[in-house]
């Protein structure tokens, strides 16, 4: 089984690096025939903004770019699809919500027909969603962060296309320590394939 790993930070040092790195080494322990590999957003240069290109890709009058085709390809080799990511806003960093953007596209993601039909395109993929929060648990609760953000993402996104939520994790400062996360990071590598099936 095979796992990409997205990560979305723009400093290599960062704690979100740092979980991504753990996630990657519990998917490794965890079978030896298990594999992965990162995408690094920032530091591979992916450019966010959806353009005309991509307008034109959405209504399917052109074919996707390089860089959209080379996302395709790495998606398509992946069993799992697992997301790291800091909580910017109550949501994903831009550059990550660009790449949903311009990557999850109709014709490959899903298919809108003519009539109005959904074609859910993903149901093949499971993903993983490990974000590291600034807020805590009680301001996470009180202001009902926790829905908002499975409504928009669990649901809104890769509900959209099929894709199975089979997994995620908000890493709370007071819910754990820098270590325990990191821990925790680890574990979730080594479920993902075992969890990634009903």
Known sequence: MHALIVVSHPDSKSFTHAVAVEVGRGIAASDATNTHEFADLAAEGFDPRFSSADHELHLQQRSPGRDVAREHARLDRADALVLVYPVYWWSFPGLLKGWIDRVFTNGWAYEESAGGKLVKKLQRLNVHLVANAGATTRTYA?????????????????????????????????????EGQIDTAYAIGQNIFSSSHP
């Not at 202001?143 to 709370?172: N, P, W």
């Open 142 to 178: 009180r202001h009902g962060y926790f829905g908002a953000m499975k409504t928009q993402i669990d649901h809104g996104i890769f509900g959209y296309c099929g894709a199975r939520v089979a997994t995620s994790e908000l890493l709370l400062p007071d819910a754990r320590t820098p």
